[in-house]
């Protein structure tokens, strides 16, 4: 995935989400792909 760039304060940067991608669990089933990128939903969240 090309990388996000960051343009507010509490969106995470490159190093963090590096750090935290391999902790989050992964797509299981089948069906329609997401709207929004795991990364999307945790800037939302800390926003």
Known sequence: MA????????????????????LLPGRKKPGRPPKWSK???????RW
């Open 3 to 22: 990388s996000v760039a960051v343009t507010r304060r509490h969106d995470l940067t490159d190093a963090q989400w590096a750090v935290l991608e391999p």
């Open 39 to 45: 990364r999307q939903l945790i800037d939302g969240i």
